[in-house]
């Protein structure tokens, strides 16, 4: 892909792509475990806490692939943003999306089961 920086994508956006079984993304959550058991994104996902980092850096490559697209989220969008940016340093031949405003935006515009936090 040779990606430069992460494309945004709506929660609108997101919703249908994950209504498509054929082209499921990976979805990868950036956020802290108290914040995903606060508020959980009512799909699987690859949960890497940037706080933990020096944890999963060295299996990045065995949990991610260059062949789905990848879907950065955190609470508000800016944490996964800069997850998505040092993901495309790392290997430019990733997919990778940012979802504009985060779970908070999931919630208040597509599943407002999901708590606000």
């Not at 108290?34 to 933990?52: G, R, T, W, Y």
């Not at 980092?53 to 996964?80: D, E, M, Q, Y």
């Amino acid at each position: 892909m040779n990606q430069k920086t992460p494309q945004n994508l709506t929660p609108r956006q997101l919703e249908k792509w994950l209504q498509d079984k054929d082209k499921q993304p990976l979805l990868v959550d950036v956020r802290e475990q108290a914040e995903l058991d606060i508020a959980a994104f009512p799909s699987p996902i690859v949960h890497l806490p940037l706080s933990q980092a020096s944890v999963w850096t060295t299996s990045l490559k065995s949990n991610l692939s260059f062949k789905k697209p990848i879907v950065a989220l955190c609470h508000s969008g800016i944490r996964s943003w800069n997850f998505a940016l040092w993901l495309i340093e790392q290997d430019d031949r990733y997919n990778v999306w940012n979802l504009e405003g985060g779970i908070d935006a999931w919630s208040m515009q597509i599943d407002d089961s999901v708590p606000r936090y």
